[in-house]
């Protein structure tokens, strides 16, 4: 079923350069959207902005006046914001009494506050046309506890939280707010943690020893499982579904 609202929508993607924020631009523009990538890797920005005919802004999202010029950029360059997709993110792995100041703290500068300054300077301008769509990527993650990722577990449960609120806040506006939150997705992230975890085949079995569930499908999920479920929740189909944390993470959290 084709989804509706999507085509020639202007709509803007955080951590559009590689991996879930790749796949989901991909998505979006194979439906007819208008886009606008945000990225801080520039150069692989530029390809994939070039490829798929999008706006490409070079943007630390931690950074209030960068944001806040990427946004009016993007209003002007789609001639209005339809949607946004938050996805830019980090993680960086390691047990909480060992982890340096610097990194907990990224987790926190860009996993929460740049997800809420992008979705502030956003929201003012769908407030104007009193509608819009904000879908943003959280985790799993943030409802169940994992080893060596308590910065991360305590971002995205932030993350998750602040657009609970926001929905709450900007739902008289006419704008939607939801979450979707992936489990282990094939990424260069989830490579990593892979490799620097020694996870391996325990992820999609479990593993007593770290606390961990595994996962229920027995697979980990394909960028497009959560692409998908990103577009439905931009598109006309979802209409009245707000506040809403759709889990897309093959069972792995056992509905928790």
């Given at each position: 079923?084709?989804?509706?609202g999507?085509?020639?929508?202007g ?11 790749e ?25 994939i902005?070039?490829?798929l ?25 789609l ?33 929460l506050?740049?997800?809420w ?21 959280s ?22 939280h602040?657009?609970?609120?926001l ?9 939607r707010?939801?979450t ?18 020694g ?8 593993d007593l ?24 929740l ?9 506040m ?13």
């Amino acid at each position: 079923m084709e989804l509706q609202g999507i085509k020639d929508a202007g709509i803007i993607v955080t951590g559009g350069a590689q991996g879930i924020g790749e796949g989901v631009a991909r998505r979006l523009a194979s439906g007819g959207a208008k886009l606008a990538l945000i990225d801080r890797q520039v150069e692989a920005l530029d390809a994939i902005a070039t490829e798929l005919g999008a706006h490409g802004f070079g943007v630390d999202i931690t950074d209030e006046a960068s944001v806040e010029r990427a946004i009016n950029g993007a209003a002007a360059a789609l001639g209005t914001i339809d949607g946004l997709v938050n996805i830019a993110g980090v993680q960086h792995l390691g047990p909480l009494i060992e982890q340096s100041v610097d990194e907990f703290d990224a987790h926190f500068n860009v996993n929460l506050r740049g997800t809420w300054l992008v979705s502030r300077y956003v929201a003012r301008h769908m407030a104007k046309i009193k509608a819009g769509s904000i879908v943003t990527v959280s985790s799993n993650a943030a409802r169940i506890p994992r080893v060596c990722q308590g910065a991360y577990c305590a971002s995205k449960a932030g993350v998750s939280h602040l657009m609970r609120v926001l929905a709450l806040e900007l739902g008289p506006a006419g704008i939607r707010v939801n979450t979707v939150a992936p489990g282990a997705t094939e990424t260069p992230m989830i490579q990593r943690m892979m490799e620097g975890m020694g996870f391996g085949e325990a992820m999609l079995k479990g593993d007593l020893d770290n606390f961990r569930t595994g996962v229920p499908l027995g697979r980990i999920a394909q960028v497009d499982d959560v692409a998908d479920a990103v577009a439905f929740l931009l598109s006309d189909q979802s209409r009245y579904i707000t506040m809403h944390e759709m889990v897309v993470d093959g069972g792995a959290t056992l509905g928790a």
